[in-house]
């Protein structure tokens, strides 16, 4: 498949069925596709505005927040509204499939599916999806993070293709020696990289990022401060709170609390 050759994808399951979601992970795991699950609706929004999966494999009939719903979600939300969706459906209705591409689906595949199948149109979104990227990364020449580096030094592809992987894994990410046996290198070089990128060292860059995305997160999604906690790598909610109030000086909540007063006060 074109996709191997490219950065490990991430593809975030949707799904209620655990023998599908058995299936598609032995699929997904075997092609070198790292997988997210999520068996229930609201979850796998939650999922998806932390994470930012490279493409999302969804489900239509759930209980609670069926596709269709998490579909006009993820949709109406600027974090997640390009990422592509391919719904997962027993039916076979034409009105239902017409609904899922207004919606902004990209494709559907039947169930129960066929593993060439997933694996072909997975691949044909995710390579379309790259390639719809990648003007517009050079157009605004990265994106906007203060943690990504901009100006050219030695190893700087080094460093981009670290970051890039820590970025992937936030959850559990490589130590510095995994991440520099990944990218075929050695810690020492990989530290002296960051030292000159960032003027700190690779543990200390994942800690200021965790901060970045979780003040993201807390002040433009209502994603609960738990899930923001464990989708960035903290043991619990406590840990995540303790830290981030020693960064910033208030807790998660209290940030949260005082954006929500802004916008209610100042709307748009």
């Keep these: 498949m074109p ?5 490990q994808p991430h593809v975030l399951l949707i799904d209620d069925s655990i023998v599908d979601l058995r299936l598609l992970l032995e699929l997904m795991s075997a092609h070198k596709i790292r997988v997210s699950v999520a068996m229930e609706g609201r979850d796998g929004v939650n999922k998806a ?20 719903a998490v579909c006009r979600l993820l949709k109406a939300s600027e974090r997640t509204r390009d990422i592509p969706v391919i719904f997962l459906s027993v039916a076979t209705d034409v009105e ?88 075929g290198t050695n810690e ?38 738990a899930t923001i906690a464990q989708n960035l790598g903290y043991s619990n909610q406590g840990n995540f709170t303790r830290a981030f109030r020693e960064r910033f000086g208030c807790t998660p909540r209290d940030l949260r609390h005082s954006v929500m007063e802004t916008e209610a006060t100042n709307p748009r």
């Design 188 to 225: 020492k070089r990989l530290t002296r990289a960051f030292q000159a990128h960032f003027a700190m060292p690779v543990q200390a860059w994942l800690r200021e990022e965790r901060f970045v995305q979780a003040r993201a997160l807390l002040t433009t999604t209502s994603v609960p401060v």
């Design 3 to 7: 996709y191997l050759n490219a950065p």
């Design 49 to 68: 505005l932390v994470q930012l999966p490279d493409l999302i494999l969804l489900d239509v009939c759930m209980p609670g927040t069926d596709g269709l």
């Design 96 to 183: 239902q499939r017409i609904t899922g591409l207004t919606l902004g689906a990209v494709d559907y595949i039947n169930k129960p599916f066929d593993p060439k199948e997933v694996l072909t149109r997975v691949s044909i979104h995710l390579n379309i999806a790259r390639r719809l990227r990648a003007p517009a990364m050079s157009a605004i020449g990265g994106t906007d993070d203060s943690l990504e580096p901009t100006t050219p030094k030695p190893d700087h592809a080094l460093v981009l293709a670290a970051v890039a992987e820590l970025r992937k894994a936030m959850d559990a990410p490589p130590s510095p020696e995994q991440l520099a046996h990944m990218l």
